[in-house]
């Protein structure tokens, strides 16, 4: 124990990966605790091993360097602001469990996405988190995969072992999760295959896991994410391509050579699919257009002290309704607390039993969740740092910006922000994001990518033109 109390730089360094590694493996790894609901996971341990050792290492040492996180300093005074709310907020609470839970959780996710940042100083730290991701990654699509063969569902999974499921959890709860993490992981595989140095045996292993992946968000029968966050992604990565890639490398052999793998990566899994895939997900999928009718009732707020009404839903696609019925709840919520929100995590307490919503609590709208906790000031404020990140992280893409940006910053950060583009719908689809720990790394992992380019271009002396 005290090794892990008063460790070394090398030894928080290792326990970190570890954090990283069972945060994202989730709830599977980890034991009940008595008398409760919760379960005691490997990740929590591990965060509070490492909380416990660098505070350990603050007391003795007086300080912990920090220095190297100064381009990013707006976000760690943004986030502690955004915690000292969600605290505050518990005075007008209408359940005190809910709000201390999410309040943990909040200062949980905060720092572990913080921890991106602080540890990974260098571009050789990055690229050392770059395989562990990687290889966790894989782990999950691969597992998905035979899971959606064999039934053999984890402890996690909202089904029981054996019971004929059609759509894949792997790691997860349920496959909406598991979804968004594929869609927050594939911009990552898909860049890395042209954009880093690598040899060809490692973009053969890439290349299979994406297809892997692909598979499997299918499988999934999610379609925020395979019907609108993997297009939108798409999209902005087709943009990023002529911007992020030297002008010589973007040869017409190179253009058809990746259009070559783009049409070969969808053949293959369009046969993979026709063999797995099941009628129930393959007519969820096909539904995806319904969505839009579902979207064109009346979104009007209504008057206070006003319930909303039930609708039909046009397409006859419940789960649709459901959701468009609590963002218009939460609305509602949102009017009745003079928009400071309804207080950290009771979102669930007041959704509890509110028409067309049946069984749900949650607002499966990450978005919404931040509006309806917390109000417009930390809603709005959430937003400005997310779109200041999406654009900083653009002009490090630029080459014509930075053009001797390091490749593996530059591949980080086209990466990133593609992955946070598409989660503008990835984010609708789990039914919370609190302790939805893939999004909290990727966001640390764009604020490290930030951190090291901004110090690199600054210690080179470039003048970024307008």
């Not at 709005?380 to 779109?387: I, W």
Request: aromatic content about 14%.
């Amino acid at each position: 124990m005290s090794s892990l109390l008063l460790p070394g730089q090398r030894q928080l360094n290792r326990l970190f990966h570890w954090m990283v590694v069972f945060a994202v493996l989730g709830p599977t790894l980890g034991f009940p605790l008595p008398g409760s609901e919760y379960k005691m996971t490997l990740f929590r341990i591990a965060f509070i091993l490492l909380a416990a050792g660098l505070t350990v290492r603050w007391v003795r040492e007086n300080s912990l360097p920090s220095s190297h996180m100064y381009p990013v300093r707006w976000y760690p005074a943004f986030f502690a602001f955004w915690l000292i709310y969600a605290a505050v907020s518990l005075t007008w609470v209408g359940h005190m469990g809910y709000g201390l839970r999410y309040v943990i959780f909040l200062g949980m996710m905060l720092l572990l996405c913080l921890s991106f940042p602080y540890f990974l100083k260098t571009i050789q730290y990055m690229q050392k988190m770059a395989k562990v991701l990687f290889g966790v990654f894989a782990t999950i699509v691969v597992y998905g995969l035979i899971e959606a063969v064999t039934y053999w569902h984890l402890p996690a999974s909202r089904y029981e072992f054996g019971e004929v499921s059609p759509n894949p959890t792997s790691f997860f709860t349920n496959q909406n999760d598991f979804a968004t993490a594929i869609t927050l992981g594939l911009p990552f595989l898909v860049t890395g295959m042209y954009m880093i140095p690598i040899h060809r045996k490692t973009k053969g292993w890439i290349y299979a896991t994406g297809i892997i992946a692909l598979c499997c968000l299918f499988l999934t029968g999610s379609r925020s994410n395979s019907g609108f966050a993997l297009p939108l992604a798409a999209v902005a990565w087709a943009a990023l391509v002529p911007v992020s890639v030297e002008r010589k490398k973007l040869s017409t052999r190179n253009v058809l050579r990746g259009l070559t793998l783009l049409s070969l990566a969808a053949v293959i899994v369009s046969a993979l699919l026709s063999s797995v895939l099941s009628q129930q997900t393959r007519d969820k999928l096909e539904s995806t257009r319904g969505i839009f009718q579902d979207i064109q009732g009346s979104w009007e707020l209504p008057e206070t002290g006003e319930k909303p009404g039930f609708e039909e839903p046009a397409s006859e696609d419940k789960s649709i309704s459901i959701r468009v019925f609590l963002i218009r709840n939460g609305l509602q919520f949102l009017q009745n607390s003079h928009f400071l929100g309804v207080g950290a995590g009771n979102v669930e307490y007041y959704m509890k039993g509110a028409p067309g919503v049946e069984d749900k609590k949650n607002m499966h709208n990450w978005w919404m969740e931040i509006l309806v906790n917390f109000g417009i000031l930390i809603f709005v404020l959430y937003m400005a740092f997310y779109l200041w990140m999406l654009w900083r992280l653009f002009r490090l893409s630029r080459v014509k910006v930075y053009p001797e940006l390091s490749p593996f910053v530059r591949w980080g950060a086209v990466s990133s922000l593609v992955a946070l583009v598409g989660y503008v719908f990835g984010g609708m689809s789990p039914s919370t994001a609190i302790h939805f720990t893939p999004m909290w790394i990727v966001y640390g992992f764009a604020l490290t990518v930030i951190a090291v380019g901004e110090r690199q271009k600054e210690k080179r002396g470039w003048n970024a033109p307008a």
